[in-house]
């Protein structure tokens, strides 16, 4: 398996698994994804999706345009046909001669599927870590229903976008009326560890409305900073026993724009139509979008010094931090000594 040695954009995020698609989306056509500015020819194939650098060697044409043909990927410009191992076997130009130069390759990168999501690695340097994808029960467990949220794409800086999802204190505002309430804006103090690879939040009780069908109470909400571009939450009623969990993973597209994928996990409820909460997730989202988009700077400081926290950020505080001490750089704003390197 070979991956484009040159990729030096943030080497720490092209090492992680990154979200590319729902599997549901990819079907018999190739798909073409951004992540990280490159563009990836996602494809099914009888042995499952693979994922190309989205470029001919040939002559540069997207091969996304071309078409998947007995497990292959046929460009659309001359028609080379590319194995599922990326190797040209096919030249139609030159059928007799059978010799394919050996560099007639497509960049072929790793791919998986889980979770019903797509997952790339653009680089196999083991820059970041040699984890495997954080585990989500939820996905398994037959007491839950999992429900995929529609796919939506965010002008905003891709850790401003998780930063976001980990942000306690704004459901009081942002969501007011559907997740939370103004009048109940208080957060009590919470801590956050270091646990299993990860960033747990202790549990921290918000007055909540989970699912904006009027019914509320206190939910015990825990927070996990899993990854870079992957996070988790889970709201408890400690009464019902009720347990509404999400994965929340982003794909960073360009430096100030972001494609969000949730799966919204729930142990109850489990007769309401799914597409309730898909439709309700999109409100969230959309509130989110607008003062998500809003925020300046567009990166996110990872200078401590920067911006203003308060205990109740302390979530955010360990996600900048760890984004810091891992190297990332794609969407944050480091000091300046930093950026002088480049
Ligand atoms: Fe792909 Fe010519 S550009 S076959
Ligand atoms: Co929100």
Redesign the pocket.
Known sequence: METDERYDLDPVLASEWLPAAYAHEIIDQPVQVSILEERVVLFRTDNGIKAFKDL?I????ELSLGKVVNNCLV?P????EYNEEGKCVKIPQQPARRVIPPKAKAVVYPCMERYGLIWVKLSQDEIASKLPLPDYEEFDDPSFKTVYADPHIINAAAPRVVENFLDVSHLAFVHEGSLGDSEHAEIPDYKVHWKDNRYVSDVIPVYADPDGTGKWSILNYTFEILRPMLARLKKVNEETNEIFSMLFAVQPQAKRKSKIFALVSRNYDLETPDQYYIDFQQLIIDQDTAVVESQRPEELPLDLQAELHLPPDRVSIAYRRWLSELGVTYGSEVKKQKHMKR
């Open positions: 001919c040939h002559r540069g044409a460009c410009y001359h028609g080379w």
